[in-house]
């Protein structure tokens, strides 16, 4: 449409153009026929007039040829006006499609925007819903706090009600116990036998006629100093006599542990059990009785190992925290087996300790472990026990090798029966395993490992 504008302004300005040629062209034409016309018909004037006549023509005809270029001077300015009136258009077209893209493009933008507006919209009706929900909930919660504090109420009510029970029955229970305590010790005092001053674990309890109590090891004693024959706190002769009462005395109190630095109270059942297992129990120095033969406090065994005992190697310069690190499987070197004779060695592992006795036999030597508990703590570790030569190109311990496996013996063990139980090894067979140093020094190896059932 602007196109067809175009063309029809451009076509109304040619026919300006030639309506213009074509009047310039008459006036010069009927210029012409009025001269001619003149002369033809003024021939006889004087050419005065004629010549007077030609100058008003011709300044009709400058006149006419000022407005003909006037006229082309505005055609011109016409044109110049109608080609930036086509920039102008142009411009102006340009711009339209910019603003059509831009309409479009604010278009898309308004849909994604009411799109996005409707998104917005569904998640304000959910976080409407949801809040709703926890309004409701909070209110619920609110409730149940209110019953929760009442009841917390009611409890600290209850709670207060038994510190006061538990305060009354802690100072009957405490008034009990120190009457209890002050009954049994009166028991205990009363059957404790006046000779060995220990307070009998079983019947039958003698008696004297008057009374008095004396424990039947001491009465029925083989020596004959030690045999009581007359009461030893009445003097009465001593019949055959047997209190009944005494027996179930002593079935019926709690009985103290006679070992040093333990102090407990048992019933009989668990006193005859604790004296097996008591960490406190006398026993002798797992290391041979030539070299220490002391009695002392299974607690203090082991410290005794590391400080004092001359019949350990522990206390001659060997790495204690080596042996004592928990890691197993564990190799030890010992240097002159005939030097060192039969001293053994104490480690630990998973804070339960173990002794490795090297027993000196006529014909062989027997390496064993000893575990520092039970014999019924023994039947739950399986120990390894490996003798073979020293030497750093025999770490696979391929070739002559003596091995053991078993289960460790209690510390409670005899010397010849520890001689009788564990890796026996021969003379020659020990002899064989042995490598002599640079210095002269016999060593052999030993690799022990320590496993819980």
């Not at 409730?143 to 305060?167: H, P, T, Y």
Request: net charge negative; proline share 3%.
């Amino acid at each position: 449409m602007e196109d067809n504008s175009d063309r029809n302004q451009g076509e109304g300005e040619t026919d300006n153009n030639n309506d213009l040629n074509s009047k310039n062209k008459e006036i010069l034409k009927r210029s012409e026929e009025m001269l001619t016309s003149t002369v033809l018909e003024k021939e006889g004037k004087d050419w005065n007039e004629k010549q007077t006549m030609i100058d008003q023509l011709l300044s009709k005809v400058n006149v006419l040829e000022k407005e003909r270029n006037k006229a082309e001077e505005e055609r011109d300015a016409f044109r110049d006006e109608r080609d930036a009136s086509r920039e102008e258009r142009d411009a102006i077209k340009e711009e339209n499609k910019l603003i059509v893209k831009e309409k479009d493009v604010t278009s898309e933008e308004i849909v994604a925007l009411k799109e996005e507006r409707e998104v917005i919209t569904k998640e304000r009706d959910a976080i409407k819903e949801e809040k709703d929900l926890i309004t409701k909930e909070k209110d619920v919660a609110i409730e149940e706090n209110d019953a929760l504090k009442e009841e917390r109420k009611v409890i600290s009510k209850e709670r207060d009600v038994m510190k006061l029970d538990n305060e009354t029955l802690k100072s009957e229970k405490t008034a009990l116990d120190t009457k209890y305590t002050a009954l049994t010790s009166t028991l205990r005092d009363q059957v404790e036998c006046p000779v060995c001053l220990e307070v009998p674990t079983s019947g039958p309890v003698p008696v004297c006629p008057n009374g008095h109590f004396v424990c039947s090891k001491c009465k029925d004693s083989h020596c004959p100093t030690r045999r009581v024959k007359h009461c030893p706190t009445c003097r009465v002769k001593m019949f055959s006599g047997k209190s009944l009462l005494a027996v179930k005395v002593i079935e019926n109190i709690q009985h103290a542990c006679r070992n040093e630095d333990c102090g407990k109270f048992f019933p009989l059942e668990e006193y005859k059990l604790h004296l097996t297992s008591c960490l406190h129990r006398t026993v002798n120095c797992p290391s041979p009785n030539k070299f220490c033969s002391r009695k002392m406090s299974l607690s203090k065994v082991y410290d005794h190992i590391l400080e004092d005992c001359q019949g350990s190697c522990n206390n001659v310069g060997i790495n204690n925290y080596n042996l004592n690190n928990g890691k197993f499987p564990k190799y030890v070197t010992f240097v002159s087996i005939l030097k060192l004779s039969s001293k053994g060695l104490a480690l630990k592992w998973n804070d339960q300790i173990f002794y490795l006795n090297l027993e000196k036999a006529p014909d062989y030597y027997v390496f064993s472990l000893e575990l520092f508990g039970t014999a019924l703590e023994c039947k739950d570790y399986v120990v390894s026990i490996t003798v073979h030569s020293h030497r750093t190109d025999d770490k696979d311990m391929k070739g002559n090798v003596q091995r053991f496996t078993g289960q460790p013996l209690p510390i409670k063990s005899e010397q010849e029966m520890r001689k009788k139980n564990g890796l026996m090894v021969g003379t020659n067979q020990m002899e064989s395993l042995i490598v002599i140093d640079e210095k002269k020094d016999i060593r052999f190896g030993i690799t022990l490992d320590i496993k819980k059932q």
